[in-house]
Nanobody, 121 residues
Framework: VQLQASGGGVVQAGGSLGLSCAAS????????MGWYRQAPGKQRELVAR???????DYADSVKGRFTISRDNAKNTVYLQMNDLNTEDTAVYYC????????????????WGQGTQVTVSS
């Protein structure tokens, strides 16, 4: 199982960026998918997550600006980021709580490789 993130880059404050993350491989079921981020010198923090039933959580700092969505048929999670500010600069990591295919496979958390988002003032 692999998670491949894409998107990110450099944007000016007030701008927008979109991230996507696709899970591939032998997958039986996926529950939550979401995004964490880690800024230099700071701990990794939850940005947003969405369950397969649609329950959604956002960090207070991104509410009203970021939107998480999923395409369950494609095992893909998206993060649309609007009105970005310099505090959003970080490496963004996607994750999925999933159960791989195969007899006896257990639920676990899988991580993408991280993608850099830089917001310039």
């Amino acid at each position: 199982v692999q998670l491949q993130a894409s998107g990110g880059g450099v944007v000016q404050a007030g701008g927008s960026l979109g991230l996507s993350c696709a899970a591939s491989g032998s997958i039986s079921s996926i529950n939550r998918m979401g995004w964490y981020r880690q800024a230099p010198g700071k701990q990794r923090e939850l940005v947003a997550r969405k369950s397969n039933s649609g329950d959604t959580d956002y960090a207070d700092s991104v509410k009203g600006r970021f939107t998480i969505s999923r395409d369950n048929a494609k095992n893909t999670v998206y993060l649309q980021m609007n009105d970005l500010n310099t505090e959003d600069t970080a490496v963004y990591y996607c994750y999925a709580n999933l159960r791989p295919g195969g007899y006896g496979a257990a639920w676990d958390v899988y991580w993408g490789q991280g993608t850099q988002v830089t917001v310039s003032s």
